[in-house]
């Protein structure tokens, strides 16, 4: 009996001792966030015993593909769970967190990256380079084409070796390519020419930067634009006109036929400059009097989104100008005003206070932190006679007037710009 008794008392510090090692990851948990934790640790190993981590990634791309990246987060949470080093992984889950809008746990994903493999993938860098600003986000974005150039650099050497038995490098979506070199360069150069404008050195560094992308992509139409505002900011409009030219003309007309053809999103995004620059590429093109081209490009904006109050305000200006515009062309035939003239003019002027008005609603809507344009908003609306009156929330701007914008009436305008 003696040596059954001890036998007991041995058999219980062992189950004591263990229990230490099963909670140590509990202490100063309530009881709901320890029962939340030991659930997500049983989740965890059935998770593991039932996919591989290359499965959970194939439906993780699976969703980011749909644009579901709240499923998408869930299952790549869960590769993560399973293998917290996978890079695969800590990239995708960077990229849904900052499509999530979740900036901070993006940042912490691709730094984590970075840490564990920081001289191969150059995607990371370029997402950490959008997070931040100034001085760190070039620092970013430098190391990010130090890895691209790299990469490019070995595959061009693997295609030499297979002395051109295999596809070339280009064909493959996966492998980096000139122009994500050119794209990175681009948004170097931008920096230049807003965070760091005020640099000693600032222009030199952006012409620079944005020479090199034209080396690696010539024609890229992001990398005119920026280069045309180089120009335009230093002064050389005529030079600059004529990189903006060069740049919508590279992406605009596919842009409108793919919109004509009803072509996917995807399809189209392939082929224009994100959506910022266009809406620099709309304030060159009124700055340099190309109002037709701008409206193209302005209607095209408020197509793909049209909670943007600066390009609600930029249509609206760009019907005052043609209207002004028109006006003076008219006074220096020195002629009278034609009926077909009233008309056009009285469009222009109702689609200026349409596109106006809408400008200002949105601006109340979303609460915008913008005085100057708002105050220029105001003045162009009393010059025109006040906002138009409509029920709320109803667009105000009429869907089927284009202000000199339909290419196939241009022959019989009155206005030609």
């Known amino acids: 009996m003696g040596g059954q008794a ?12 263990s229990r230490p090692n099963t909670d140590a990851g509990f202490v100063g948990l309530s009881p709901q966030e320890r029962m939340k934790l ?35 987060g869930l299952f790549c949470q869960r590769a993560l769970d399973v293998e917290s080093t996978n890079l695969q992984a800590l990239d995708m889950q960077g990229h849904i967190c900052s499509e999530l809008g979740d900036t901070q746990k993006a940042k912490g994903a691709f730094l984590r990256a970075v840490e564990l493999n920081p001289d191969v993938g150059h995607s990371k860098y370029m997402y950490l380079g959008q997070i931040h600003t100034g001085q760190e986000a070039v620092n970013y974005y430098s190391k990010g084409i130090q890895v691209l150039l790299s990469t490019l650099d070995k595959q061009a050497q693997t295609t030499q070796a297979q002395a051109g038995a295999a596809a070339p490098p280009d064909e493959d979506t996966e492998l980096p390519t000139a122009k994500d070199v050119c794209v990175a360069y681009c948004s170097m150069a931008e920096i230049y020419l807003t965070d760091l404008c005020m640099e000693e050195g600032a222009a030199d560094k952006c012409k620079e930067f944005i020479e090199r992308a034209l080396q690696y992509h010539h024609d890229n139409p992001e990398a005119l634009q920026l280069m045309a505002s180089y120009l335009f900011s230093t002064e050389r409009n005529q030079e600059g006109k004529e990189y903006l030219l060069k740049s919508v003309a590279s992406w605009l007309p596919a842009q409108k036929q793919s919109a004509a053809s009803f072509s996917t999103e995807e399809d189209m995004q392939n082929d224009i400059p994100p959506y910022e620059s266009r809406v620099t590429t709309a304030k060159l093109l009124i700055e340099s009097e190309e109002y037709e081209m701008a409206v193209d490009v302005l209607e095209g904006l408020l197509e793909e989104d049209d909670e943007v109050v600066q390009v609600w305000y930029l249509s609206g200006w760009v ?25 056009e003019w009285n469009a222009l002027k109702e689609a200026a206070r349409s596109y106006l008005t809408n400008a200002t609603k949105l601006y109340s809507k979303l ?16 010059d025109l006679g006040g ?7 109803d667009p105000a701007v009429d869907e089927d007037y284009e202000p000199c914008s339909d290419e196939e009436d241009d022959a019989e305008a009155p206005m030609q710009h």
């Open 6 to 17: 001890k036998g007991k008392k041995k058999a219980k510090p062992k189950r004591k001792e």
């Open 38 to 72: 030991r659930v997500h640790e049983k989740a965890k190993k059935k998770t593991a015993e039932k996919y591989s981590v290359q499965q959970l990634l194939e439906k993780t791309e699976e969703y980011m593909d749909s644009f579901d990246f709240e499923m998408a």
């Open 319 to 343: 019907c005052c100008l043609q209207l002004e515009k028109a006006k003076e062309q008219q006074e220096r035939e020195g002629r009278e005003v034609t009926e077909e003239e009233t008309d």
């Open 367 to 382: 609460r915008c932190d913008d005085q100057p344009m708002l105050e220029h908003v105001e003045q162009l609306l009393g």
């Open 387 to 393: 906002q138009l009156e409509g029920e709320e929330g």
